[in-house]
Structures are given as structure tokens and as C-alpha cells.
């Protein structure tokens, strides 16, 4: 079953672990996936080469999402590629964290979900 057949989604921190999981399991169900990722190029190259050879559609693309202006052309260049936007998972901003776990600076990481949030609700526009 293939449900999300004509969505796109981005998916931050998506070149490795739970982002990369996250993404598969989206083309699984028919979405073309963003895969972000802020250093990792040739990690996020692998999973788009992976969902690819499993049929799925993806585009790897680099942003800081704790950079507005990184945000922002994450968002534009998802719509220019695929021309709309319908799913976002905000699961990169790991760099938030200390070795416990523990938010280093929560109010930065309520930030950065805050504007994706708020870039997604309005558009890349």
C-alpha cells in the first residue's frame, strides 16, 4: 500500500539513523523524500541512492536548520524541485544536545522546530 503517493516530504537529519529510517519508510509509502543534512554529503548521497534503487524519488540537500537563511532555501529549493511541500519531520538539531542527552540550550532548540515550523505553514515563499 502505497498512501502517500504525490507527497513530498523533507526530512532534517536524514543521512543517517532514525532520519535516515524515517525517510526510507516515507518512500516506502509512495512520498518523494528531501533528504537534509547539515556535513554529511556523501552519507546523505547513500540514501538517496538507496530509496532510489528501491524505486523511491529522493533529493539530498544541504541546510543548517539552525540557520534561518539555511531554512528558508531548504524549503524553496524542495518546492522549486517538486513543487509543493506536504510533510515535515523535524528530526536533525542534534548538535542541541550534550553527551547526557540534554538540551545544552533548549530555548535554541524550541527555535529552530519553531521555524521550520512556521517556513513549512507559510510556504517556501
Known sequence: MTPLI???AIVTGASRGIGRAIAERLTQDGASVVVNYAQSADQAKEV???IETGGGQALALQADISKVADVHRLFQE???RFGQLNILVNNGADDAF???G???DANQQVAVQ???NKVATKGAG
Request: charged share 15%; net charge negative.
Open 78 to 80: 524542495t518546492v522549486d
Open 6 to 8: 504525490g507527497k513530498i
Open 102 to 104: 540534554i538540551f545544552q
Open 98 to 100: 550534550n553527551p547526557d
Open 48 to 50: 538517496v541512492s538507496a
Open 114 to 116: 519553531n521555524l521550520c
